[in-house]
């Protein structure tokens, strides 16, 4: 900002230049001074800031980039928006919109639990309708693949189907989220959590990052936080802290009305039901605050088919001819593109687009192609890359330590090579490379053994 202050005086000057010139000598003298002062104009727009360049934009790819769903998904969880401040409770933000007109919204969306208004209520609206736009229209565009699913699942256990809009707060129903704490997918299982709820989680599958199964386990969970503590708030509460720390909360509170609780509760937890009502209300009024869908790459339709011996993407792609990136797309549980069909039926979605071509593919040229190659014993034993000895000297003293190398591919990040390796972290990774968290394709990872 302090440029364009600078400029203003000098503009003074020249205007005032271009009135003495014109009025003592007329146009003759007034060409001479602009010609005079071109070397000034020049260097006072070096001064001015520059526009940042437009950010990439549909029309910006390349046609192979527009067809790749993979692509558009990749773009669609890099958007950076508003972050809620720690100290929500205590700020005073401004609305476009009164008062009385968010209390008659909130009250005309008339849920099956109340959805009170205060403060901090109005804050977390305020959030999630005006201050986070990129985020919610990349919510805006996953709703219509996604709500449905949550609301089955919600259904099936007769829930109320408000309790979908939780994804937002757990992860901007994200599949692929993953937390500091190690809390991954959609709904944000903790590894004992989603093993109680009968998440599989092995070296090839992780189903936290299975909208369907994740979603159903959530619902479950939901449902029997309601059965013990009695109350939606507080159920909901209970998602994000646990059941155990909400009923400590009611014995201190002496109490199980929310707001008399609310002060009693762990301080990352008070703000998850207003949250949940700012984005109920967000998603509800999203065209009065000019809010729309951003284009994610999902396929309008979905395909499923089960698959019972252990198939690679990679087969499926040289096959049938399906990229690899969709595969992943569409299936993020399987973590190192391998479905485990020998274990058990898997799912496998496909876009309804490629399904022809899936099922054109021979099964016995499909589970053959370069089987020995892509499923060997050394493969699915997780053995898939080459042990290499690092050996270090210093002072006298030698130390041995061995690692394997992954190569990193289109789509990958530090968090998703982390997650082929168990008990691996995308903070691991960076210290033992001494590596930032960007990273390129071809780039080699250390993988260090344990």
């Known amino acids: 900002m302090g440029k364009p202050r600078r400029i203003l005086p000098v503009l003074a000057f020249l205007l005032l230049s271009f009135t003495s010139a014109f009025a003592q000598n007329g146009t003759d003298a007034l060409r001479a001074r602009i010609d005079s002062l071109q070397a000034v104009l020049d260097s006072l727009n070096a001064l001015l800031p520059r526009e940042a360049p ?141 093993k109680v709820y009968g998440l599989n989680i092995t070296s090839f599958v992780d189903e936290r990052l299975d909208v369907s199964k994740s979603t159903d386990a959530a619902a479950r969970y939901l449902r029997d936080a309601y059965r013990v503590l009695g109350d939606w708030p507080l159920a909901i509460s209970s998602y994000n802290c646990g059941m155990g720390n909400v009923q400590k909360a009611i014995r201190r509170a002496g109490s199980r009305d929310f707001w008399s609780v609310y002060p009693y509760l762990p301080a990352e937890t008070r703000g998850y039901v207003p949250a949940f009502v700012g984005a109920y209300y967000a998603m509800t009024y999203a065209k009065d605050y000019g809010l729309a869908p951003a284009d994610v790459g999902m396929p309008a339709q979905v395909d499923t088919f089960h698959i019972r011996k252990n198939l690679h993407f990679k087969q499926i792609e040289e096959v049938a001819g399906i990229p690899e990136d969709e595969l992943r797309l569409l299936n993020p549980q399987y973590i190192r593109d391998i479905i485990p069909g020998s274990e058990g039926p898997c799912v496998l979605n496909l876009p309804y687009s490629r399904s022809a071509a899936f099922i054109a593919a021979h099964p016995d040229s499909l589970y053959a192609h370069r089987a020995a190659e892509l499923l060997s014993e050394q493969i699915l034993k997780g053995e898939d890359t080459p042990v290499v000895t690092h050996t270090s000297y210093r002072r006298g003293a030698t130390t041995s330590s061995s690692y394997s190398i992954y190569v990193v591919k289109s789509g990958d990040t530090l968090t998703r090579i982390a997650s082929k390796y168990p008990g691996m972290t995308a903070r691991r990774l960076m210290e033992y490379n001494k590596i930032g968290s960007m990273i390129k394709v071809g780039q080699k990872i250390k993988i260090p053994r344990k």
Request: with cysteine.
């Open 54 to 194: 437009a950010p990439a934009s549909a029309e910006g790819y390349s046609q192979a980039e527009k067809d790749s769903l993979y692509d558009l998904w990749c773009a669609s969880l890099r958007v950076t928006d508003y972050e809620v401040p720690e100290n929500i409770d205590s700020a005073h933000f401004a609305s476009r919109v009164s008062d009385e007109v968010l209390m008659a919204r909130l009250k005309a969306m008339n849920p099956v639990f109340a959805l009170p208004f205060n403060e901090t209520v109005k804050n977390y609206m305020i959030v999630y309708a005006e201050k986070r736009p990129k985020s919610m229209a990349r919510v805006l565009g996953l709703s219509p693949y996604l709500m449905p699913m949550l609301e089955e699942a919600f259904s099936r256990y007769d829930l109320p189907l408000e309790l979908k809009y939780m994804s937002i707060i757990e992860s901007m129903m994200n599949p692929l989220a993953v937390s500091r704490a190690g809390a991954k997918g959609m709904w944000q299982f903790m590894y004992k959590t989603a």
